[in-house]
């Protein structure tokens, strides 16, 4: 090679390079300078620099909620609206069409997949064109979309068809302790979802996440520029609540509630359940209720919490245990029942009269005459004339005020987080106002304060405040932001004068002429106390509707949960006891003590025993099946057999947790080949487990037990099997 002419051929290329380089640089200055193009002279300000930089806000979720065995109650669900573009000079990659460029096609394939007609598709984007829009919407059919309906139209890939993400809240129980948790929905104001009424709203500011922003650039046409997204701020999720609320003793006490109303003729029903030891309040409703997807709401009152009422002979307890707990009760003295005249001497004194006096008699319900009883006889019978004569001849009435206010905290708000009630109060200046609050007519209360009250009635004198949220998550970091317990607000009477009560309160289930008879259950003892009151109207004045109520608790030696219920109706004693029933078991069921987990009338029941019994699960995993069935045989249970496998490869209930008697046990055999079972009167429990176990999903429709399902028994299915069950 001649090293001459190489290194003249090198300085010929670099001098073309330079130049070329030069030429370069000099047509992007002058571009940058006139915004022209040098050759072609295109205005490129006018062809690139429209929404050039855009963002999106990257929506937060709002924090769900969560009963305390997981089961969510309220969470955000995405939902999409359909947007179509019309302008024509929408382009998309390569120049391809970007907007609707047939209408008469889009609209004949959204409309099988939307809630429109193809006509009214059609109608919306001829309008919208002609009026010259750049994109229109489908109206309120159009919005809220599942994404199973997005995906099917994305499907289609119709040209101009978009989506905007949206968010909104769903409640997957639909009608669950509805105005204690309350909703949330989309704020115009502050163009995001925000709590509206109960639990949803006094936790807002926990529940409430921050929004992200995404940055990204795009070209005239609107494409985004590959490579330029990128999160300028990550969304931070709302935190997660677990409230203390189970939701089968939650669906239970509904069922309940609304099978006293019909059974009653009541007007309104509500009632509590709660761990007697902690305070926990395990369910929480009123009725008439509501859909919280639907809002269908006629009352926004949170009737346990926010309703005053007169609370009846269930007061009757307050009163003897401040007689016993001061030592003014008469253990061995009678009484003469059927009216009690009185009149007030000039120191005050309440004294009881054998002849009519100028003040209105008072009776015993239905002015019925016990005849000459002891005090315990009284309070099984809940005799008024028992309390009047407490008041008058040995429990001072100041007294008695000082216990019901200061030591039992009547006429004070419950201390319960993040949930709102009212005080009430107490007429107590007169005779007949200091005897009416006796028994329960001259005070007005929530069925929270009552439910305190006997915590320390039924838990050795140590009352407890209720509380239905447990605990505040953090779900960016796993960590507790806020957490709540037991909270002890009281010891207004001692251990033995709650002994004394319980005593009483058994009588009144078990005595012959025990007012609560009618709530007596088989293979569990229950204590109880029973209520009806007089219901004043606008004028004052005692009408024809009752309130009648039990409060009542399980079991009778060491009550672990007490179920408050209550209803107005305008018949008495009209109640069969049998819906208070089922809610006490499912109550006992939930708490590990005693009960069966099943209706009374579950066909699938395949043992005879009637008695309630709880069992520790063995381990059965890695056992063959006749090993299990025999093990089983131990303990009063039903067996649910998923596959044809010979040994059992998961159970449930898992080893060392309880199962009460008649419960069922779940054993996973075979993963390959499943069966379909008759669920026929399955709990939600029951399907969660199987859903679990095998990983085939069910969808469920309804609350209670199962009555229908979609797929025959005994039929093969597999994960793509789609399964429905109704439940009633």
């Known amino acids: 090679m001649n090293p001459k002419r190489s290194n003249k051929t090198m300085a010929v290329l670099l001098l073309v390079m330079i130049i070329t380089g030069a030429l370069i640089i000099s047509n992007v200055l002058f571009t940058m300078v006139t915004h022209k193009h040098y050759r072609s002279g295109v205005d490129v300000k006018e062809y690139k620099e429209p929404d050039t930089y855009s963002s999106n806000v990257l929506k937060a979720n709002r924090g769900t909620i969560y009963d305390r065995n997981g089961e969510v109650i309220a969470k955000d669900e995405d939902t999409y609206t359909l947007v179509a573009i019309l302008d024509e000079n929408r382009k998309g990659i390569n120049n391809t069409p970007a907007y609707v460029k047939d209408i008469d096609d889009t609209a004949y394939k959204l409309s099988k997949v939307l809630d429109l007609k193809e006509t009214e598709i059609s109608k919306i984007l001829r309008d919208a064109r002609e009026d010259g829009l750049y994109q229109t919407e489908l109206g309120l059919r159009g919005k809220n979309l599942s994404a199973e309906t997005k995906e099917k139209i994305d499907a289609m890939k119709l040209p101009g068809i978009t989506f905007t993400k949206t968010v909104k809240r769903n409640y997957p129980q639909g009608t669950f302790a509805s105005h204690l948790i309350g909703f949330a929905s989309y704020d115009e104001e502050s163009k995001e979802i925000q709590g509206q009424m109960g639990l949803e709203k006094t936790l807002n500011d926990y529940l409430s996440g921050e929004d992200g922003l995404e940055v990204y650039q795009k070209d005239v046409n609107g494409n985004v520029l590959a490579g330029t997204k990128h999160t300028e701020k990550y969304a931070l999720n709302g935190d997660d609540v677990y409230l203390t609320l189970?939701?089968?003793?939650?669906?239970?006490?509904?069922?309940?509630?609304?099978?006293?109303?019909?059974?009653?003729?009541?007007?309104?029903?509500?009632?509590?359940?709660?761990?007697?030891?902690?305070?926990?309040?395990?369910?929480?409703?009123?009725?008439?209720?509501?859909?919280?997807?639907?809002?269908?709401?006629?009352?926004?009152?949170?009737?346990?919490?926010?309703?005053?009422?007169?609370?009846?002979?269930?007061?009757?307890?307050?009163?003897?245990?401040?007689?016993?707990?001061?030592?003014?009760?008469?253990?061995?003295?009678?009484?003469?029942?059927?009216?009690?005249?009185?009149?007030?001497?000039?120191?005050?004194?309440?004294?009881?009269?054998?002849?009519?006096?100028?003040?209105?008699?008072?009776?015993?319900?239905?002015?019925?005459?016990?005849?000459?009883?002891?005090?315990?006889?009284?309070?099984?019978?809940?005799?008024?004339?028992?309390?009047?004569?407490?008041?008058?001849?040995?429990?001072?009435?100041?007294?008695?005020?000082?216990?019901?206010?200061?030591?039992?905290?009547?006429?004070?708000?419950?201390?319960?987080?993040?949930?709102?009630?009212?005080?009430?109060?107490?007429?107590?200046?007169?005779?007949?106002?200091?005897?009416?609050?006796?028994?329960?007519?001259?005070?007005?209360?929530?069925?929270?304060?009552?439910?305190?009250?006997?915590?320390?009635?039924?838990?050795?004198?140590?009352?407890?405040?209720?509380?239905?949220?447990?605990?505040?998550?953090?779900?960016?970091?796993?960590?507790?932001?806020?957490?709540y317990d037991t909270?002890?607000?009281?010891?207004?009477?001692?251990?033995?004068?709650?002994?004394?009560?319980?005593?009483?309160?058994?009588?009144?289930?078990?005595?012959?002429?025990?007012?609560?008879?009618?709530?007596?259950?088989?293979?569990?003892?229950?204590?109880?106390?029973?209520?009806?009151?007089?219901?004043?109207?606008?004028?004052?004045?005692?009408?024809?509707?009752?309130?009648?109520?039990?409060?009542?608790?399980?079991?009778?030696?060491?009550?672990?949960?007490?179920?408050?219920?209550?209803?107005?109706?305008?018949?008495?004693?009209?109640?069969?006891?049998?819906?208070?029933?089922?809610?006490?078991?499912?109550?006992?069921?939930?708490?590990?003590?005693?009960?069966?987990?099943?209706?009374?009338?579950?066909?699938?029941?395949?043992?005879?025993?009637?008695k309630w019994e709880e069992y520790q699960m063995p381990s059965l995993v890695n056992h063959s099946t006749e090993y299990v069935e025999k093990k089983l045989k131990e303990i009063d249970v039903n067996i649910v057999k998923i596959g044809n496998g010979k040994s059992v490869l998961r159970q449930f209930p898992e080893e060392n947790t309880s199962i009460n008697s008649n419960g069922k046990v779940f054993l996973l055999t075979d993963r390959n080949t499943i069966t379909m079972p008759d669920m026929k009167g399955w709990t939600k429990k029951d399907i969660t487990a199987f859903w679990n176990l095998t990983g085939i999903a069910i969808e469920m429709e309804g609350n209670g037990s199962v009555t229908k399902q979609n797929v025959k028994a005994g039929k093969t299915i597999s994960k793509d099997t789609q399964i429905k069950v109704t439940m009633k």
Not at 280 to 303: C, H, M, Q
Not at 333 to 358: C, L, M, Q
Not at 515 to 525: A, F, T
């Open 246 to 483: 189970d939701s089968n003793v939650q669906l239970a006490l509904q069922s309940s509630l609304q099978k006293t109303m019909k059974e009653t003729k009541a007007k309104k029903a509500w009632g509590l359940v709660m761990e007697v030891e902690t305070g926990k309040i395990l369910g929480w409703a009123s009725t008439p209720s509501f859909d919280l997807n639907e809002r269908n709401i006629k009352d926004y009152l949170n009737v346990p919490s926010e309703y005053l009422y007169e609370p009846g002979s269930v007061m009757k307890g307050i009163t003897y245990a401040a007689a016993i707990d001061s030592g003014n009760y008469p253990y061995d003295k009678t009484f003469r029942s059927g009216v009690f005249n009185y009149y007030t001497d000039d120191n005050g004194k309440i004294i009881r009269s054998e002849t009519k006096t100028g003040l209105p008699p008072i009776y015993d319900a239905l002015k019925k005459d016990h005849g000459t009883i002891t005090f315990d006889k009284g309070f099984a019978v809940s005799s008024n004339i028992g309390i009047c004569e407490l008041l008058t001849k040995y429990l001072d009435p100041n007294i008695f005020k000082d216990y019901v206010v200061n030591k039992f905290n009547f006429t004070k708000k419950v201390d319960i987080p993040f949930i709102e009630n009212t005080p009430g109060h107490m007429n107590f200046t007169y005779a007949s106002e200091k005897l009416n609050t006796g028994f329960g007519q001259g005070i007005s209360v929530n069925s929270l304060q009552m439910a305190q009250a006997y915590t320390a009635i039924l838990n050795d004198g140590v009352m407890v405040r209720p509380y239905v949220v447990e605990r505040i998550e953090d779900p960016n970091t796993g960590k507790v932001v806020e957490e």
């Open 487 to 610: 909270k002890v607000v009281g010891n207004p009477i001692k251990k033995s004068t709650s002994e004394y009560m319980r005593k009483l309160m058994k009588m009144v289930v078990e005595d012959k002429e025990g007012s609560g008879q009618r709530y007596k259950m088989d293979g569990v003892s229950v204590i109880a106390k029973t209520g009806t009151g007089q219901i004043a109207n606008d004028k004052g004045q005692y009408g024809d509707t009752y309130t009648q109520s039990v409060m009542a608790a399980a079991p009778a030696d060491d009550p672990k949960v007490m179920v408050y219920y209550i209803f107005e109706s305008p018949y008495l004693f009209n109640d069969t006891g049998t819906p208070f029933k089922e809610t006490m078991k499912a109550a006992l069921v939930s708490s590990n003590i005693s009960g069966e987990s099943e209706s009374e009338s579950n066909e699938q029941n395949t043992s005879s025993s009637n």
